[in-house]
């Protein structure tokens, strides 16, 4: 973001990448991660290998993103740039032009206004607005202002001019904790506000950071959208319940629950769905997707009852230690064990960790348990396909230093 909106050339990913000193290894472990993350729905990844990815994503034009932070906590910033494998964090301002981000550009009060004003001007029409956090819109709006002007009117004055907007998180999405009763700022989310346009809502507090990618790439290299479900979230990653895919399936099915904090159960890792855990009516991806590419890095992977976050009708609806009702369950792929002892809150059928890519050496090790005909792993191949594409030419100077 130290480049001016108007000296920025119009490159591709894979130039942006080579004069940034990634390396070929680097970026196609990145693709890797995103296959494994977006197995299907995708026209991207859905049937391809991590250097077909790689390919597309290359040829691509960096989007241009202008990300808006409302009420909201951050959570959603900070997932993106705390994705470990491999180091999306340092590879995020190479796939994206991410023109105006108030929490990562050095810029504050009139600078930053300006970057602002530069950066829509510049790019009217063909830019990603992403929004973090919730809309309030009680008293004129006036529970939230930006330069001196009300959020809301921020918003309606640059969303009103983007190409595609999509609401990143439960608050920019219907406005989630913001929103929570009894929503002294009626606080809303950004579909509310802009009704005339199409928004892209990835709830979670905060959402997988793949998925966001996962979308934004997809636009940038295939120009198109993926699928939506009825509340315009991604069907490949909002299409199954937690409870369908949970590790803990196997225990609830045979009753094993805990009951306390700290019991045996809980200790053993039995279903949480006494603790509230809201996996039943929950739809997300978290079971099989962790968080930051780190195994059991979720709510129920380190013993927490799900939330419900993904969900407007459950997370800060209903209380935590409330159970929910449970309706017409899908049984499970594959279910764990129920007689061997967890360790670690592990179960037997532990997730296919970093199952993608061959080797956690050569591949992105994100934490994916593997569901049949729902994703492709990386071939062996990828690497030397990769070698070969020349297209992301090393330099003496790569800002790694992995060996090729
Ligand atoms: Fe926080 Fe984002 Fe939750 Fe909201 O995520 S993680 S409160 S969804 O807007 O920053
Ligand atoms: Fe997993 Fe929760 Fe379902 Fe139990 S109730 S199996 S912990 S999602
Ligand atoms: Fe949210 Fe439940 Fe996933 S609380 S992060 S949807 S496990």
């Given at each position: 973001m130290n480049d001016t909106v108007a000296n920025q050339q119009r490159n591709t990913i894979a130039e942006q990448l080579a004069n940034s000193g990634v390396s070929r290894r680097r970026f196609l472990q990145f693709c890797a991660a995103l296959v494994a993350a977006?197995?299907?729905?995708?026209?991207?990844?859905?049937?391809?290998s991590a250097s077909q990815v790689a390919r597309s994503v290359g040829r691509s034009i960096r989007p241009y993103v202008i990300w808006l932070h409302l009420q909201d906590c951050t959570g959603c910033t900070e997932s993106l740039l705390h994705a470990s494998q491999p180091d999306v964090a340092s590879l995020i301002f190479d796939l994206i032009s991410l023109d105006y981000h108030e929490t990562l550009m050095a810029a504050s009060g009139h600078q930053a206004e300006s970057v602002l004003e530069h950066a829509v001007a510049a790019n009217r029409g063909n830019f990603i607005l992403v929004v973090e956090g919730a809309i309030p819109t009680t008293d004129q709006a006036s529970y939230m202002k930006i330069a001196g002007k009300p959020a809301l009117d921020v918003l309606r004055h640059i969303g009103s001019q983007a190409a595609l907007l999509i609401a990143i998180g439960s608050c920019s999405s219907w406005g989630g904790i913001a929103a929570a009763s009894p929503n002294p700022s009626n606080a809303v989310g950004v579909s509310e506000i802009l009704k005339d346009k199409a928004v892209i809502s990835l709830p979670g507090c905060p959402p997988n950071p793949y998925t966001f990618l996962s979308v934004v790439l997809e636009y940038a290299a295939m120009h198109r959208l993926p699928a939506l479900d009825a509340?315009?979230?991604?069907k490949f990653a909002?299409?199954?319940?937690?409870?369908?895919?949970?590790?803990?399936r196997g225990h609830f099915d045979a009753g094993r629950f805990a009951s306390i904090y700290g019991d045996e159960g809980h200790r053993q890792g039995w279903c949480l769905y006494k603790l509230g855990c809201k996996g039943p009516v929950t739809h997300a991806a978290c079971s099989t997707r962790h968080f930051n590419d780190v195994p059991n890095a979720w709510p129920i992977g380190i013993g927490a009852p799900c939330i419900g976050c993904t969900e407007k009708s459950a997370a800060f609806q209903i209380p935590l230690f409330q159970v929910v009702d449970i309706h017409s369950i899908t049984p499970p792929e594959a279910l764990p064990s129920v007689e061997l002892p967890v360790q670690k809150s592990q179960t037997a059928a532990a997730l296919v960790v970093g199952a993608i890519a061959g080797a956690a050496a050569t591949a992105a090790a994100v934490a994916v348990r593997r569901l049949p005909g729902r994703d492709k792993p990386a071939e062996s191949e990828d690497l030397e396909e990769l070698e070969k594409l020349g297209a992301l030419e090393p330099k003496d100077t790569d800002r790694d230093s992995e060996p090729r």
């Open positions: 977006a197995p299907a729905g995708l026209a991207l990844t859905g049937q391809a509340i315009n979230r991604p909002y299409d199954r319940l937690i409870h369908e895919d949970c590790p803990r």
